[in-house]
T-cell receptor, first 111, second 115 residues
């Protein structure tokens, strides 16, 4: 049970921003939200994570709703190399660090 | 360069012939794990290790063995492979300690076909 809900697919144009939504309405107060992506023929790759506040790094931004029931991964300017499956994952405190992957969102970037 | 390596990257074998897929990381990570990825089923954890000599089952451990004799290595052993173990396998590692903010690093994958 992935415990997160994402759209199956999204499409974007190159150099435009992309907002990838994730619903995690049953999240507990200490669960972190992680995003990983998997490019074609590669292993998953960490993108970003957060707990309550919005987060930025060199790859993306993560906006977490005030009630923490949803979050949005923001790619500020999509490139063709960003075409991948994006996974939104809840990670519990004090657990086995197991990542429970759902089906993710397949992002297509059009030139 | 910080990385997780897996060998072999591709393997075709026959039912019942024992095989080992190696995984090695150069980041001094305590936590290592194995996942398999199948169409329609996504990525599922097979086994994990919190540290040297400490291993535990994930969600789909049947038919697999692991060992963690050294911190950097975490081999996946299939004693008697069967066709339903045909899959894409990924090794992952992180700093460990059960911290939920750990970033996990994944290897490039091993595509296994069991005939």
């Amino acid at each position: 049970d992935a415990k997160t809900t994402q759209p199956n697919s999204m499409e974007s144009n190159e150099e435009e921003p992309v907002h990838l939504p994730c619903n995690h309405s049953t999240i507990s107060g200490t669960d972190y939200i992680h995003w990983y992506r998997q490019l074609p023929s590669q292993g998953p790759e960490y993108v970003i994570h957060g707990l309550t506040s919005n987060v930025n790094n060199r790859m993306a931004s993560l906006a977490i709703a005030e009630d923490r029931k949803s979050s949005t991964l923001i790619l500020h300017r999509a490139t063709l190399r960003d075409a991948a499956v994006y996974y939104c994952i809840r990670v519990a405190q004090g657990g086995s660090e197991k990542l429970v992957f759902g089906k993710g969102t397949k992002l297509t970037v059009n030139p | 360069e910080a990385q997780v390596t897996q060998n072999p990257r591709y393997l075709i074998t026959v039912t019942g012939k024992k095989l080992t897929v190696t995984c090695s990381q150069n980041m001094n990570h305590e936590y290592m794990s194995w996942y398999r990825q199948d169409p329609g089923l996504g990525l599922r954890q097979i086994y994990y290790s919190m540290n040297v000599e400490v291993t535990d089952k994930g969600d789909v451990p049947e038919g697999y063995k692991v060992s963690r004799k050294e911190k950097r290595n975490f081999p996946l052993i299939l004693e008697s492979p069967s066709p339903n173990q045909t899959s894409l396998y990924f090794c992952a590692s992180s700093y460990g300690g059960g911290r939920p903010n750990n970033e996990q690093f994944f290897g490039p994958g091993t595509r296994l076909t069991v005939l």
